[in-house]
């Protein structure tokens, strides 16, 4: 599969050099990026809920992070534009600190965070693409490449994409696809590892606790999407997008340190601590469509409207929609406020089940309620100032705009909440 | 749903050929807030967004695989 995989970027990115070298035409041309351009941006997450996935269904979900990234647009020439992306994101997490609730600093609880290491982790992302615009400007290519790691997952991908317009640019048609490879170092819950011994601890109920447990064998995760979309200029103030993506994955799609407590199997408890029956068991591939609209009004100078929808279906037998509308409403020349709001909804994957409720006996199961059934809302501000004359300058870059964001996230079907505040700072170079 | 966004889909292709704004009467649509895709700082908020719900894709962003998400 992955020798296929190249094979068929290699023959992509041949096939779209071929179409953008066909139509070449020796004109007058802007650039397509007048100068470079550095944004940097920041956000800081905090989540809390009671249905932690690591403790099975019940549990603290408390989690904040941190992610400081920065984006550099290089334009190469009149026709092509390197784009690279770099993002930190440090968290602590209460439930993943309970892989270990044993750590003898308290009484182990769902509900409470230990000191372990597994409480924290630092993600980091790198990614890259390079873009290359026709001279006539109808089509452009581009590939990318990119790169994450954490301390139990590190991912590669890669991919291109080309996009043709035309209609005098009314009309833009894009494809694209992308490959991921993905490996696991799993960190299973503490009862599950060989150096765990039940007779070193104080336990009520089952005498006999045995885990329904083996490791997984195949720690790998490959994606492999492929995706369209069709933008189109309705009138000279609205136009709108379609967008589709189709995804295959295979592999290890289960999180290998999420518990799973079965209702046919008497509980063992430590503590205030239930030990697992068996982590979460989910099949080895997945099959995910998303469609999707994206439409914008410009209604007058002082209010744009926003709105986006997206059907999403998954052969675990997930079906959502999304609804969101922003209205961005600019006050003078220089600023502009965001309010936005969000709503998800989802029904739960056929794995999913409540805690202490799944069987034994099942093939697959699971307890995260990121799978169950749930509502959402998404409430938001953002703010924008925007300075065209760029006044304030660092070295040779420009201050462009400053964006600042505060989003509220909640379930109502779940006691589940997050805030989420942003910052972003975009530098043109003079 | 998935029936009603094809036709959808089809239907604007029509739009081809009935509607071409000229260059120069872009000025709307040239707004940086008509941009048809998320904005900047929109990024963090769909992360956090593929970790916490069992959606993906159909944003421009990313569809799956990359994190220990869905």
Redesign the interface.
Known sequence: MKNTSYYCFFLLLVTLTAVAQADEKTEYKKRVLETMEV?L?S?Y?T?DGENAAVTGGIGTEELS?I?P?I?VLIPLNDDDVLSIDATVSAYTSASSSNINPFDGAQQADPFVASTGASGQDT?F?LSANYAHSSDDRNTILSGNI?F?N?Y??T?F?FGGSITKL??????ELQVKA???F?S?RPQYPIEFRESFSLDDYEFTGNANYAANYSDFQDVG???Y?V?A?????????V???????F?M?DGLLS?PHQRVYFGDIEDTMIENFRLGNDVERLPDT?T???????T?F?LNQTF?L?T?Y?????D?G?N?H?FKVEL?IKIGMNY?L?PSYRY?T?TQ?DYFGEFNTLLSTQDFYTSDY??ATYD?H?Y?L?FKFYDPLNKFKIGNFGLKSI?V?Y?Y?ERTTQN?S?H?T???F?FIAD | MIKTLTKLMLISLFFTSCVAVKEYEKINLNDPDMKLSERDLDKYKSTFQSYREAAAGANGGKTGGGCGCN
Do not use: C, H
């Not at chain 1, 035309?166 to 009309?171: E, L, P, V």
């Not at chain 1, 136009?239 to 993506?245: H, R």
């Not at chain 1, 995910?288 to 994206?294: P, S, T, V």
């Open positions: 944004n941006l956000s997450y989540q992070d992610a990234s984006n993600w992302g990119s994450a954490e139990d997952y991912s991908g035309f209609n005098q640019k009314n009309t992308n490959v991921f993905d696991w995760r490959n994606s999407s995706g979309s069709l933008s189109q200029i309705l009138s000279k103030s136009q709108t997008v379609f967008m589709a993506d995804v994955q999180t997945r995910k469509l998303a469609l999707g609209n994206r914008n410009y744009v926003r986006y997206r059907y999403y279906s998954d675990w997930i959502s999304t961005p502009t965001y998800y989802q994957a990121d799978l959402a998404q938001g953002g964006n964001e989003n996230y589940f997050a989420i942003s910052i972003g975009n």
